[in-house]
């Protein structure tokens, strides 16, 4: 729950509600404000959902209902450290005419974790050598780190080196970057995809068994009849048009993120997986993406590393560890999620007026379907 700023002034505040010594409700929000004008006090104002059902981007101020206000004193908060403490609830006073609202107990109170911080933030070309320092010694200057820190630093320091190596660049387009930065950003890119090749060809961790025999029976029949070229631009159009690329591209989608990429990030993983996907290929880049051209050398350096690593996958015989499905999928759970969906799909459409027609499905598929979705409200 951290909340540190790149310009001017930053506060975090991380909430719970309760009761000191009573009853407690349990809940969490993350606020990070940044930029703030001069102040000596924040106040956090609580509201209760008179509806909620309602969408959070169809909400009004007319749907909330205010219950009271929490304030908390810069003096309590400044500093580089968190300061954590419980924080009285003053109740909203209704007006006679609002009627019989729920009112919070004289005891309400908030838990409030939180910091404030003014920071000195100097030009961008004053941090140049620092950022391209952090950039390539991170991991060295890690370990160096590593013995002297508690966890809470190591906390600090690993979501600040987030921040900062997620934006670096590597945009290669002279179009779309400073004509100072194209070298530099070249360099970046070679470095992302040497990095994600070698993971990929020295195969860390295990192999799925059924993708193995697959592609060992597609091999076999391509090599009967003469074609085991074909064979591999099977294998690799599968395994890596499927599979691998879209992982690079949309890492959130696959579960190796919870968060969607920034900008910078997204365009490395963009030119990370169009890279790859040629090097799957065997193809080099053309005219029409130009400025793509400084990346043949490198897929031509690791073309052999790359059919070796189809034969690998695709050899029934080999030695690299297996794994294989246990055959258990949650049928209830993934059920609920895709009528969910369809709900979505079709109802609110044809809330607006869209109306699902044959030309996406059958009339008695489509009335079949609209059947069961009303069935299971």
């Given at each position: 729950?951290?909340?540190?700023?790149?310009?001017?002034?930053?506060?975090?505040?991380?909430?719970?509600?309760?009761?000191?010594?009573?009853?407690?409700?349990?809940?969490?929000?993350?606020?990070?404000?940044?930029?703030?004008?001069?102040?000596?006090?924040?106040?956090?104002?609580?509201?209760?959902?008179?509806?909620?059902?309602?969408?959070?981007?169809?909400?009004?101020?007319?749907?909330?209902?205010?219950?009271?206000?929490?304030?908390?004193?810069?003096?309590?908060?400044?500093?580089?450290?968190?300061?954590?403490?419980?924080?009285?609830?003053?109740?909203?006073?209704?007006?006679?005419?609002?009627?019989?609202?729920?009112?919070?107990?004289?005891?309400?109170?908030?838990?409030?974790?939180?910091?404030?911080?003014?920071?000195?933030?100097?030009?961008?070309?004053?941090?140049?050598?620092?950022?391209?320092?952090?950039?390539?010694?991170?991991?060295?200057?890690?370990?160096?780190?590593?013995?002297?820190?508690?966890?809470?630093e190591k906390e600090e320091l690993a979501g600040a080196l987030v921040h900062v190596l997620q934006m670096e660049n590597s945009e290669v387009d002279p179009l779309k970057c400073p004509g100072s930065e194209l070298s530099s950003n070249q360099q970046h890119l070679r470095e992302t995809c040497e990095d994600v090749v070698q993971k990929i060809v020295e195969i860390h961790g295990p192999f799925p068994e059924e993708l193995n025999k697959i592609f060992s029976n597609w091999m076999e029949l391509c090599e009967d009849q003469g074609k085991a070229e074909i064979g591999q631009r099977l294998i690799s159009a599968s395994l890596f048009l499927r599979f691998l690329c879209p992982a690079i591209l949309s890492p959130s989608l696959f579960g190796l993120t919870q968060s969607y990429p920034e900008p910078n990030t997204l365009r490395t993983l963009t030119l990370t997986a169009k890279v790859i996907q040629n090097l799957a290929n065997f193809t080099l880049f053309g005219e029409k993406e130009e400025y793509m051209l400084f990346m043949n050398e490198f897929l031509q350096q690791h073309w052999d590393g790359m059919r070796c690593f189809l034969q690998t996958v695709s050899n029934q015989d080999t030695e690299i560890p297996m794994t294989s499905f246990d055959g258990y999928v949650d049928l209830p759970l993934r059920l609920a999620v895709l009528h969910g969906l369809l709900v979505d799909i079709i109802y609110k459409k044809e809330q607006v007026g869209q109306k699902m027609t044959s030309v996406w499905f059958p009339f008695f598929t489509m009335s079949k379907l609209h059947f069961y979705l009303h069935q299971m409200f």
């Open positions: 729950m951290a909340g540190d700023n790149a310009s001017g002034s930053s506060g975090g505040l991380g909430t719970g509600g309760g009761v000191a010594g009573g009853c407690q409700l349990f809940w969490g929000e993350f606020f990070e404000l940044d930029n703030l004008p001069s102040f000596s006090q924040i106040t956090l104002h609580l509201f209760r959902e008179e509806d909620s059902k309602k969408k959070r981007h169809s909400r009004d101020e007319s749907s909330l209902h205010p219950l009271g206000s929490v304030t908390i004193p810069l003096a309590d908060i400044q500093g580089r450290t968190y300061q954590e403490k419980w924080y009285p609830i003053t109740s909203f006073k209704a007006s006679a005419s609002a009627g019989n609202k729920e009112v919070l107990c004289p005891q309400a109170s908030l838990r409030i974790r939180a910091r404030f911080q003014n920071l000195k933030v100097l030009p961008m070309e004053k941090y140049k050598e620092f950022a391209e320092y952090v950039t390539v010694n991170y991991l060295e200057m890690c370990g160096n780190l590593e013995p002297l820190l508690n966890v809470k």
